[in-house]
């Protein structure tokens, strides 16, 4: 009698558990966020600031858990777009270049030499441009929800300053695994290697690469002057903007409620960063400069120069981007 009414109280202990728990996580749910650089990187904390808004707004009934470092694609960062839209992962703040691969139309931004300063960059984003590119992304299963920066790309190396074409002549230059960059650079002369950030460090400390292309605040952070990087010529061939996107099955079995939390919070957190990564272009130019690195800037004729030789790399790709999304982001880079 006692034993059964001791397993009664057990059975309905278990039961009440298992309501809590069921009801905690009806209450608390969380979704995985991949990134390629971690939170010493702008590009990183700009997930982590989108977690952090999440979280206070939805007072914790949803959390974003960051994952840096590609960590979800095994550091094979050109697979982050693909295990987004299989569900693989929930959520990313990604690069345009990364999920270029799969959304063709995203080779916009890496057009050589299109986007000429960060107004052109708002301009394109910001208007009929930008929604072409949402639409884009969203027709393949990833509802696109805001945009960040990872910045103007610049050029370094170890082998000597970069003032023309010439001078990339030969040397190898580690680049994105995007098929758009081996053309560009093959077109200026260069050996370019595809490979993965991950890979990128190590294949500069041995010598494997005498160069590479990132924001300054890849450089600076990542410190890439300690691994013989000692020439960086500033040529602004293109920006990499980032984008806050969901998967569409995680996207549609959200509240209305949560859905526009998670817009409105990573638009702030996407302003938040793009404004703090172009405050912090001075200060890191100077501190990369300070380290002993020989930076180069172009005249309008060097600039000139550079254009010409990959003219034909950008007439090739704007079919394979489309005319009229190419045409839009013109007319509004035009107008800005
Ligand atoms: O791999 C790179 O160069 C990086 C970190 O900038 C990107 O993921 C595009």
Known sequence: MIATRRLTRIAAALAGAAVLTTALSAQARELSVSTVLPDAFPWGQAAEKWAE????????????????????VNGDQTREFSAMRSGLIDAAVGSTINWSPQVPQLNLFSLPFFMPDVEAVD????GEAGEMVFEAIESRGVVPLAWGENGFRQLSNSQGPIDEPADLEGLKIRVVGSPLFQDTFTALGADPTQM?????????????VDGQENPLSVFDVARIDQVGQEYLTLWNYMNDPLVFAVNQQVWDSLSEEDRSVLRETAVEAGEWEIAMTREEE???????????????????AQHQAFVEATADVHEEWTSRIGEELVDTAREAIEAR
């Open 196 to 208: 993965s950030w991950a890979d990128a460090k190590p294949a500069l400390t041995t010598g494997a």
């Open 53 to 72: 808004l999440v979280e206070e707004r939805t007072e914790g009934r949803l959390t974003l858990r960051v994952y840096p470092n590609s960590q979800l």
């Open 282 to 300: 001075s200060e890191r130019l100077a501190a990369i400069q300070e380290r002993g690195v020989e930076v180069t800037e172009l005249t309008e």
């Open 123 to 126: 301009a394109v984003t910001g």
